[in-house]
């Protein structure tokens, strides 16, 4: 009987690991490292320090090609009780980019005390997390603060081979494997020139179920159940 009930389980997860190509979202958090202002800053409408926490989701179409995939779907930093939304990005793929091997870790997370050095000839793969570039250097925006502009640079990289092509990929065990994984949040006044930058350290990427996915995977294991009550 329990591997009667297991038996609809196993295959709606089935059929959500079958929904190749739909939109996927992911999700990791990310520890501040670094909290820098020029030009008095921006004027944010909260405060983070080193140690505060953010969340940062991103929806994206899986796809082959590249190396860049403009992304209609958001990419949104939750930050101190504030959210900061791209309505539209790029990724961008890199399969053992050259000339330079992978960044030193803290260059963006904590760049005034891990400062950029010559690593020499090597390759490296990456994932870039991007403004497009017609959308200029500040295509997010503080939800409720629109005098704010963004400009987000999310890095996955390493020396290590884990790209076998430049393919815009939904495998978890790939973009986990990144030995460098750090983000960076510049907002800008226009108005005052100030502007603030937000480094942090990535941690581990998860997957959001998609409601549609979701929906279709409870719908099966409800009918297999009453079709299983029916039988008994």
Known sequence: ?????????????????????????FRFEAEVASVLSTNGGASLPFSTSPGDRLVTTFTFEPAAGGPQFPQ????????????????EYMIEVRDESAPNAAPITGSIADPLNHPIVDQGPGNSDNI????GSSQGLYCGTVVGHTEL?????????????????SDLTADLTI???FSFRELSLSFANPNSGGETYVGAYIGDV???????TLS??????????????RVL
């Open 149 to 165: 502009g963004v400009r987000p640079v999310v890095v996955f990289s390493t020396d290590a081979n884990v790209l076998d092509s």
């Open 128 to 131: 870039f997390l991007l403004c």
């Open 206 to 212: 998860e997957q959001i179920p998609e409601f549609g």
């Open 1 to 25: 009987r329990f591997s009667g009930w297991c038996l609809p389980v196993i295959a709606a997860f089935a059929m959500f690991s079958a929904a190749q190509g739909a939109p996927v979202t």
């Open 175 to 177: 973009w986990n494997s």
């Open 216 to 229: 279709m995977a409870f719908s099966a294991i409800i009918s297999s159940m009453f079709r299983r009550l």
């Open 72 to 87: 209609s779907g958001t990419l949104r930093f939750d930050i101190a009780g504030h959210a900061v939304e791209v309505l």
